[in-house]
Structures are given as structure tokens and as C-alpha cells.
């Protein structure tokens, strides 16, 4: 089945301490993203990547990393999560290198304490 | 950066009611797109629309792409409880997408 998986789907962890959230996609697309869902701002765009290796600040970038190793994996690491941090995690991939029609993975629910 | 004014934020419809939401932007966008996101879920496309006044259908949704490339709207007919969800628009211009906050939909049956 195609899909994004995001793993874990819930984590509530301590400030300060380093975290990761997984993401693959097994369709193959060259474009992969990541966003923060919080109530009444939509969806936000954090990095973004339209190839192994190339990766991209979005409109909400500070405080995050990411790499693209592999085409199909696009991890989101937080060094020092902050309680600002605290929001609804989805990642994306999308066919076109361009980033049109994403597909969206089932969403990671961070709290950071 | 550019933010999509979505509206309203939330409805409470009938089931069998028609809706409508919109979305409006200050820049022009090449693209606009619908997207539904179930409770828990990720948000799944519902429909792309390419050009200025097209008006595309799936199935008992309908939106359209305003003449101006500053706007869209979604109109759902005949709603049923499984169209709950939140509903978002996106614009999208070179490499760059934007979201609207979302418009929270309830059908009550």
C-alpha cells in the first residue's frame, strides 16, 4: 500500500532533551516536507526537500532539523525541544519535485513539557 | 509569510444540508487545492484546480478556482455525518504552498 508513515504518533517529552520523528514514504517521490498543524494557523511549513540531499527552510524553520540521506526517509530531529514546540507534526511527499499534490503521513502529536 | 483567509472556521449543518467555504488571498496563486483531514488522520487531497475560473467536481464536492487567482470555494451538497473533519485550502506557487487555518465541519444527523 502506498503511504507516509511517521513514527512515533504520540510522544510528550521533557524541554531540552533531543528528540527524532521518523518519516518514510514508499512511493518513491522526490519531494518530501514537513509541517506543524496548531489551532487556528493551519498547516505551516517547517523543511522541505526535493531530492537526497537537498533540503530547504520553510516558513517556520528555527528550532529544527532535518536530512535527507535517502530518498525515502526524511527524519525531523528536535536538538533541544521547547514547550513552543508542542503542536500536531505531519509529513508530506508529493510526486512532482515541484511539491504540488502532497501526500501527507498520519501526523506525530508532540508534547513538550 | 503569505497566509489564506479561510472561512467560516467552523459549521454545524443538518445532514442532507448543502455547504459552502471559501478562501481569499491578497496574492495571486497558479494553483489552488482542497484537502480534508479526518479526525486523527492526516489531510487527504480532494481536489486541484489549475486555472483561473475552472470548476472541477468530485463526486457531491465542487470547488472553484476565482477569476481573479485570489480566491476559492468548496461546496459540499447532500452533506453526511462521514463528511466531518476540517476542511483546509491551499494555494500553491512555485515551490511554495500555503495554507489556509482550516474550516472545522459538523453534521449532526
Known amino acids: 500500500e502506498a503511504q507516509v508513515t511517521q513514527n512515533p504518533r504520540y510522544l510528550i517529552t521533557v524541554t531540552g532533551k533531543k528528540l527524532t520523528v521518523t518519516c518514510s514514504q514508499n512511493?518513491?517521490?522526490?519531494?518530501m516536507s514537513w509541517y506543524r498543524q496548531d489551532p487556528g494557523l493551519g498547516l505551516r511549513q517547517i523543511y522541505y526537500?526535493?531530492?537526497?540531499?537537498?533540503?530547504d527552510k520553510g516558513d517556520v524553520p528555527e528550532g529544527y532539523k532535518v536530512s535527507r540521506k535517502e530518498k525515502r526517509n526524511f527524519p525531523l530531529i528536535l536538538e533541544s525541544p521547547s514547550p513552543n514546540q508542542t503542536s500536531l507534526y505531519f509529513c508530506?511527499?508529493?510526486?512532482?519535485?515541484?511539491?504540488?499534490?502532497?501526500?501527507f503521513g498520519p501526523g506525530t502529536r508532540l508534547t513538550v513539557t | 509569510g503569505q497566509q489564506l483567509n479561510q472561512s467560516p472556521q467552523s459549521m454545524f449543518i443538518q445532514e442532507g444540508e448543502d455547504v459552502s467555504m471559501n478562501c481569499t488571498s491578497s496574492?495571486?496563486?497558479?494553483?489552488w487545492l482542497w484537502y480534508k483531514q479526518d479526525p486523527g488522520e492526516g489531510p487527504v487531497l480532494l481536489i486541484a484546480l489549475y486555472k483561473a475560473g475552472e470548476l472541477t467536481s468530485n463526486g457531491r464536492l465542487t470547488a472553484q478556482f476565482g477569476i481573479t487567482r485570489k480566491d476559492s470555494f468548496l461546496n459540499i451538497s447532500a452533506s453526511i455525518p462521514s463528511d466531518v473533519g476540517i476542511y483546509f485550502c491551499?494555494?500553491?506557487?512555485?515551490?511554495?504552498?500555503?495554507f489556509g487555518a482550516g474550516t472545522r465541519l459538523t453534521v449532526k444527523p
Open positions: 512511493m518513491n517521490h522526490e519531494y
Open positions: 496574492s495571486i496563486f497558479n494553483t
Open positions: 526537500s526535493m531530492n537526497v540531499e537537498v533540503t
Open positions: 491551499a494555494g500553491y506557487n512555485n515551490n511554495d504552498m500555503r
Open positions: 508530506a511527499s508529493s510526486p512532482t519535485v515541484s511539491g504540488m499534490n502532497q501526500y
